[in-house]
Nanobody, 122 residues
Framework: LVQLVESGGDSVQTGGSLRLSCAVSGGTISNYCTAWFRQPPGQQREKVVDEDLYGHRKTYIDPVQGRFTMSQDSAKNALILQMSSLKPEDTAMYYC???????????????WGQGTQVTVSS
């Protein structure tokens, strides 16, 4: 059973930084396509960044480009999302996800964490 547990969410002021971690058990991250999603209050969940299984290309949404960086900690089998220059509009529940690569730039996410809350105040 693959399980994902996020941590690192917190309340910070505008311009602050946070490092989210997603600890994975029951599977090896390198065997999956991966992503971070977020869901702001009262809004739909959106994908923030993804990495495909082959080529390991990362794609970020425009609002976080240059501020967020996704990486993997192979030793800990964890996904990392380093966030800097945080803005109030980054306030959301953040989720990590693992999935099966079903085609070029297509991943079926079937393993999710429970989420970690990020709140950015002005």
């Amino acid at each position: 059973l693959v399980q994902l547990v996020e941590s690192g969410g917190d309340s910070v002021q505008t311009g602050g930084s946070l490092r989210l971690s997603c600890a994975v058990s029951g599977g090896t991250i390198s065997n999956y396509c991966t992503a971070w999603f977020r869901q702001p209050p009262g809004q739909q969940r959106e994908k923030v960044v993804d990495e495909d299984l082959y080529g390991h290309r990362k794609t970020y949404i425009d609002p976080v480009q240059g501020r967020f960086t996704m990486s993997q900690d192979s030793a800990k089998n964890a996904l990392i999302l380093q966030m800097s220059s945080l803005k109030p509009e980054d306030t959301a529940m953040y989720y990590c996800a693992l999935g099966s690569q079903t085609g070029p730039r297509r991943c079926e996410y079937n393993h999710w964490g429970q989420g970690t809350q990020v709140t950015v105040s002005s």
